[in-house]
């Protein structure tokens, strides 16, 4: 181990990553985390753009710090030397995403609690006056503690949002195949509007995350190249992937945080409300 200071130490021991983002096995004290590595370095092109980019995703990392919260997973400290920013950030046991595919077969909550995290974290999250902005099924954690909890990550294109809960869209964004309709490219548009994502645009991708998890691995909106057009034509066509029960549970949920016009989405203290009613044990008695 390498001692960084701030009580951080990373290993040699590689997780993953890319560009000049990567993620190592580490220690914050005695506990095990994993330590992200950011370059802050500012290179001549052809890498400027994407340091650049890497650096003010640092920058909103540490939005992170102020957040503490049983579903958003903990950033414990952070310290820089001269070219590299490091994060001691919670040890999780594998994403949504290993789930679904079968790379993770350890506990895991009731399929109502998984829903219900999710919502209760990113309700917490836009309490703060932020957007996440990147909710995908590779960026929702499950924890290694027991009884197993799941936790929204990856703050790094996290934004702050205005009163009425909007932001710009720009500085990058995540997965197209994960985006609301309003901020994927419009071809009609030619770039002369400004874009505009909210709140409503993370629930957006909440849903898509629901689908995935319940379908065990299909996207409702298609599958790959096709997935952002879909979005944006409203073709729901893995529907029917949908197991018959989880439909009647959970179909109008869905269907309701995935409408095209964000005013129209569900808000995240009814999606809450209503899965709390459904968690009774007399429910549906």
Request: net charge negative.
């Amino acid at each position: 181990m390498k001692d960084l200071g701030n009580n951080i130490s990373i290993s040699n021991e590689l997780l993953g990553g890319k560009n000049f983002n990567h993620v190592f096995k580490g220690k914050w004290d005695s506990t095990q985390v994993v330590v992200r590595r950011v370059c802050l370095l500012h290179l001549v092109e052809p890498h400027f753009y994407r340091l650049n980019q890497d650096r003010l995703a640092a920058e909103r990392e540490i939005k992170l710090e102020n957040l503490d919260h049983p579903n958003v997973i903990k950033l414990f400290a952070y310290t820089d030397t001269k070219d590299f920013r490091f994060f001691a950030l919670e040890l999780c046991a594998a994403s949504l995403y290993e789930y679904c595919i079968g790379q993770y077969d350890g506990d895991m909550p009731p399929t109502i609690t998984v829903l219900l995290h999710i919502v209760r974290g990113l309700r917490y999250v836009h309490s703060r006056g932020l957007a996440h902005r990147r909710i995908h099924p590779k960026k929702i954690m499950i924890s290694l503690s027991s009884p197993v909890v799941i936790k929204l990550s990856d703050f790094d294109l996290c934004k702050s949002v205005t009163t009425s809960g909007s932001y710009s869209v720009s500085g990058g964004k995540g997965d197209d195949c994960y985006q609301a309709p309003e901020i994927l490219d419009d071809d009609d548009d030619q770039g002369i509007s400004e874009k505009r994502g909210s709140i409503a645009s993370d629930i957006f991708s909440a849903g898509l995350v629901f689908f995935y998890f319940l379908t065990s691995g299909w996207h409702l909106f298609g599958n790959g190249f096709n997935i952002p057009t879909n979005i944006v034509n409203k073709e729901h066509v893995n529907w029917e992937m949908l197991p018959v029960d989880y439909i009647y549970d959970y179909g109008e949920l869905i269907k309701d945080m995935v409408k095209h016009d964000p005013q129209d989405r569900i808000m995240l203290d009814i999606a809450e409300a209503k899965l709390n009613e459904m968690e009774r044990p007399d429910y549906m008695l």
